[in-house]
T-cell receptor
Framework: GAVVSQHPSRVICKSGTSVKIECRSL??????MFWYRQFPKQSLMLMAT?????????EQGVEKDKFLINHASLTLSTLTVTSAHPEDSSFYIC????????????FGSGTQLSVL | AQSVTQLGSHVSVSEGALVLLRCNYSSSVPPYLFWYVQYPNQGLQLLLKYTTGATLVKGINGFEAEFKKSETSFHLTKPSAHMSDAAEYFCAVSGGGGSNYKLTFGKGTLLTVNP
């Protein structure tokens, strides 16, 4: 089946630094990718929708200048957490939507971000 | 707007017993409903989904769910639990149509299976 690779799986960084998370669709072209955030024992919250070649659409309350999303190709989307702070520590998950007629959604394995 | 409520953050069953994971939703439009499973250190995998048509939906690994509009429910069941079913399960809803993959998730239910 289709695979979505998310990297890194775990990252620890100092407060004030920036962290980039990559989401790749390995065997299909993803016209749309989604980025989610998950706090412990909470549901996945949609942060933004990323369409290849265009600006991402952010959900209400998500700071677009803090969470930079780039979808430069049909197989790669990146999420950059800029000037990270401890409150940004969370589990981030991407998903990729196939653009075929029988479209499906596939998820990455997530990235655990810890900001010290 | 949509929302999902999963009753019970943790469900424990014995191997061979019935699995019942509860999900109630709210949606202002006809919903698409999904169940996903997440194993440790892995991404979410789709178990089954309801879009239109038959309200009893069969998925992978012997799971099924029934869409009950009158009860706004989409509970997940499996007749006989297996040890390999131990995982976190998420119910999700979308607005259907063109936005059928803009999902709203529940908080998840951790299923443990006891030998």
């Amino acid at each position: 089946g289709a695979v979505v690779s998310q990297h890194p799986s775990r990252v620890i960084c100092k407060s004030g630094t920036s962290v980039k998370i990559e989401c790749r669709s390995l065997d299909f072209q993803a016209t749309t990718m989604f980025w989610y955030r998950q706090f412990p024992k909470q549901s996945l919250m949609l942060m933004a929708t990323s369409n290849e070649g265009s600006k991402a659409t952010y959900e209400q309350g998500v700071e677009k200048d803090k969470f930079l999303i780039n979808h430069a190709s049909l197989t790669l989307s990146t999420l950059t957490v800029t000037s990270a702070h401890p409150e940004d520590s969370s589990f981030y998950i991407c998903s990729a939507r196939t653009g075929t007629v029988n479209e499906k959604l596939f998820f990455g394995s997530g990235t655990q971000l810890s900001v010290l | 707007a949509q929302s999902v409520t999963q009753l019970g953050s943790h469900v424990s069953v014995s191997e061979g017993a019935l699995v019942l994971l509860r999900c109630n939703y709210s949606s202002s439009v006809p919903p698409y409903l999904f169940w996903y499973v997440q194993y440790p250190n892995q991404g979410l995998q789709l178990l089954l989904k309801y879009t239109t048509g038959a309200t009893l939906v069969k998925g992978i690994n012997g799971f099924e769910a029934e869409f009950k509009k009158s009860e706004t429910s989409f509970h997940l069941t499996k007749p006989s639990a297996h040890m390999s079913d131990a995982a976190e399960y998420f119910c999700a809803v979308s607005g259907g149509g063109g936005s059928n993959y803009k999902l709203t998730f529940g908080k998840g239910t951790l299923l443990t299976v006891n030998p």
